[in-house]
């Protein structure tokens, strides 16, 4: 790059950032714009992300899951790394194991959206091209979490929602259980994993 083009980017940021700067500026004069206020304080962390904040560490997974409602679920074991990011706003979770005799891996973003007042997520791993996401709420002070996600079944093509309940059973054990519903139908369980840490 030239001397000149390098003053020039130079410039251009720096013009960019004191742009971006100018309304947190204000926010120490005397009169605040009251839709900045608003803005921040939704995009501030709040009890809800010290709930998921629990969450940070490495857990181990024991997990049962059913393809057959009542059949015997195949069973496997795995890993979960939980880890804040974007300031405590969102808990990114990284899975390793095994499904149905298969190397697994999967990838999620878990959050609580201020605004919507929802506990939300997103689910992607190598099983399949789709993304999963999710919304919900929580009880008992943050210990239960349940959302729910409708998607494509890419086995039948059919409609289907997931249910998903997350409950902290204590500091070093949560449990995970699933339950889908095809369309007209009824939900019936079909993961469930135990983490312990």
Known sequence: MSRKK???????????ACGLGLPFAAQGQEQEDPAMAAMMKLAAPGEHHQHLAKLAGD?????????????????????????PILG?????????????GMAFAGIGLDGYDNLKQKHIGMWIDNMGTMMMTFEGTCTDGGKVTTTTSSFTDPATGQAMTMKSVVTLVDANKMLFEAFMKPAGGEFSKSLEITYTR
Do not use: N
């Open 6 to 16: 390098s003053v020039l980017c130079v410039a251009a940021l720096t013009a960019l």
């Open 59 to 83: 857990w181990k997974t024991a997990g049962k899951f059913w393809m057959v409602p009542g059949a015997p679920p195949d069973e496997s074991s795995g890993t979960m790394h939980f880890e």
């Open 88 to 100: 405590g706003r969102f808990m990114q979770s990284h899975y390793k194991g095994a499904m149905m």
